[in-house]
Structure formats: C-alpha cells, structure tokens
C-alpha cells in the first residue's frame, strides 16, 4: 500500500519560520508535491520535487530525500494569511494518480 | 483557460434525494478525478478517468455513487439515494499527462449537504 505522513495541526508565531515534514512509503516514486489549502478553498499547487535537494520559491522552500522518504516544507517570515492546510502528495508513476497525505493545518498567530 | 469549473458550488438536500455533481475539466487535460473531503477522512480519491474511460473506481464508496464522463469536456457524480454521512466537499481535478508526475489541478469543489 501507500502512505504518507504528516503532522495533523502546527502552530507558529507571525514572523516566524515553520517546517512541516513528510514522510513516505510507496510502491514507487517520480515527484513529491506541496499544496496549499485555504478553509472552504480547493488546494493550489505550492512545489514539486523530483531530485533529491532544496527548491526555493520566495518565502517558501521544499526540500526532498529519495533515499529517506522524506520532504518538509519550509515556511519563511509566517504571515497571518499562511494559515491554511499543507498537503504532500506524491506521484507514483504510470497511469496512477497522486496519493495524497491528510494534511497539515497550519496556524499562524500574532 | 478558466480552470477547472464545477457546479453546482453549494448543494443541500434530504436524505434519500438524487445529488448530482458537475465537472468541466481544463481543455487538453487527459486525466479527471473525483476527490472527498471531510475533516475526519482528509482527501480521499473516488474515481479517476484517463481518455474518458474509467481507470480505478476502488474509491467510490459504495454503490450509491456513479461517475460519468460522457466527453472530453464534462463529467458527472451521482449520489443516489444521498444520506447524511455523505456530506462533505467534492472536489473534481484534472491533470496533463507526462505533466510533472501528474500535477494536479483542482476545481473549487462543491459542498454537499444532506439533511
């Protein structure tokens, strides 16, 4: 089967820097992606990852280790507005579609 | 493009009633997929289609629940007879293959309540 880990609720301080990780096991690999997901929204893509490394996009960067099943998603300068769920979903090649995680909710307060 | 386009956005009805959801993929886009989502469940995968053709409908929960894609450009869900405990959002995506592992996009979904 396939499965991913998140963390179910974080919070952190406006400002501040956030790291939400996530781990995987799945039959096979050929990309990690970060969503975000604002309450009552539909998840917007945030990152892909498909070589072992840093992406950095502006105050959001993602990281991913094949060899660790692994990834985080780090969250620079916490702005109020970066309150939402943080979903990882990982491609798994073929005709099958992305297995997503439960998600991340993210707080960020003041 | 105007994204992924589903209707309709809110949905209340009694129990027992035929629910049916809406679905206008992303012009080109090879792959369409039903979603659920509750808070307990997280986001679950109902059905997918590749070329209009259903692929995997291992998700649908039971046989209440049937998807359609009839063209390219449109796609159903069906609940019928809809009960309480399938309130939640539905969300219907589409992908691109060979597009970065299937990335995925999403349209606004469509929030089902049933009384």
């Known amino acids: 089967g396939q499965n991913i880990d998140q963390p179910t609720e974080m919070t952190a301080t406006e400002g501040a820097i956030v790291q939400i990780n996530c781990t995987y096991q799945?039959?096979?690999?050929?990309?990690l992606f970060w969503y975000q997901q604002h309450a009552g929204e539909a998840p917007t893509f945030l990152s892909y990852?498909?070589?072992?490394g840093l992406e950095e996009k502006g105050r959001f960067s993602s990281f991913l280790s094949r060899s660790k099943g692994y990834s985080y998603l780090l969250l620079k300068e916490l702005q109020m507005k970066d309150s939402a769920s943080y979903l990882c979903a990982v491609g798994i090649g073929g005709n099958t579609p992305l297995v997503f995680g439960k998600g991340t909710r993210l707080s960020v307060i003041a | 493009d105007a994204g992924v386009i589903q209707s309709p956005r809110h949905e209340v009805t009694e129990m027992g009633q035929e629910v049916t959801l809406r679905c206008k993929p992303i012009s080109g886009h090879d792959y369409l997929f039903w979603y659920r989502q509750t808070m307990m469940r997280g986001l679950e995968l109902l059905i997918y289609f590749n070329n209009n053709v259903p692929i995997d409908d291992s998700g649908m929960p039971e046989d209440r629940f049937s998807a359609k894609m009839p063209n390219a450009s449109f796609s159903t869900l069906k609940i019928q007879p809809s009960e309480p405990r399938d309130s939640a959002v539905y969300f219907c995506a589409s992908s691109l293959v060979w597009d970065r592992a299937h990335e995925q996009y999403f349209g606004p979904g469509t929030r089902l309540t049933v009384t």
């Open positions: 799945t039959s096979g690999f050929n990309g």
């Open positions: 990852n498909v070589l072992d």
